[in-house]
Structures are given as C-alpha cells and as structure tokens.
C-alpha cells in the first residue's frame, strides 16, 4: 500500500519560514519523481515544484522561485519543501506527489501517487 504523508504545515506571519515534509512508503521511492502542488480555497491544484529521483534536476512555478526549495533524501525515503519569505498567498493545502516517469511533469493529472495534504496558513 502506497503513503505519502506529509508534515510540517501549520501557521506563520508573512515573512517566515515553514518546511515541509513528505515520508514515501510501498515505493522504490530513489525511482519516483517528487513534487509539491497546492489548493487554495475556489482554486484548482497548482504546481509548486518538482525533483527528479536523483535530485539531479529540480522545477519551480515562477511564483515560488527564489523562495522554495525542494530536495530529497532517498535513504529517509523523504522530500523536503523549504519555504522562505512567505506570502499571504502561499495559504493553501500542500500536497506531496509521486510519479513513476524518469523526468520531472507538471501536470498534477501525470503524477501516479498523493498524500493527504497539509495546511499552511500565512497571516499578514
């Protein structure tokens, strides 16, 4: 049985920090893709960004870039969101995605795998 479960989400002033956390089991998880996509209230699942299975190679939505940071521990079966400088619209429920393919897709319809998702709340 395939989980992701991710961690880490909760309440922050603009500005902050938050790191996101997602635990992979019932995967070869050093050979799935991993992204970040997000859900705000009324709006459709985003993307936020995307590692490949050897970190080799990393995606971001131009409205994240500079501030998020994704990466990937193979051997914690774990990926990392680190987010900095946060915004009032970064308030959303983040999402952990898994996906078989050897590149890294944008699509949150390509990705084979999700967790439950995460609220992060940023105040202004």
């Known amino acids: 049985q395939v989980q992701l479960v991710e961690s880490g989400g909760g309440l922050v002033q603009a500005g902050g920090s938050l790191r996101l956390s997602c635990l992979a089991s019932?995967?070869?998880?050093?050979?799935?893709?991993m992204g970040w996509f997000r859900q705000a209230p009324g709006k459709e699942r985003e993307f936020v960004a995307a590692i490949s299975w050897s970190s080799s190679n990393t995606r971001y939505a131009d409205s994240v870039k500079g501030r998020f940071t994704i990466s990937r521990d193979n051997a914690k079966n774990t990926v990392y969101l680190q987010m900095n400088s946060l915004k009032p619209e970064d308030t959303a429920v983040y999402y952990c995605?898994?996906?078989?393919?050897?590149?890294?897709?944008?699509?949150?319809?390509?990705?084979?795998?999700w967790g439950r998702g995460a609220q992060v709340t940023v105040s202004s």
């Open positions: 995605s898994a996906n078989a393919y050897p590149r890294i897709l944008l699509r949150a319809k390509d990705y084979d795998y």
């Open positions: 019932g995967i070869t998880f050093s050979s799935y893709a």
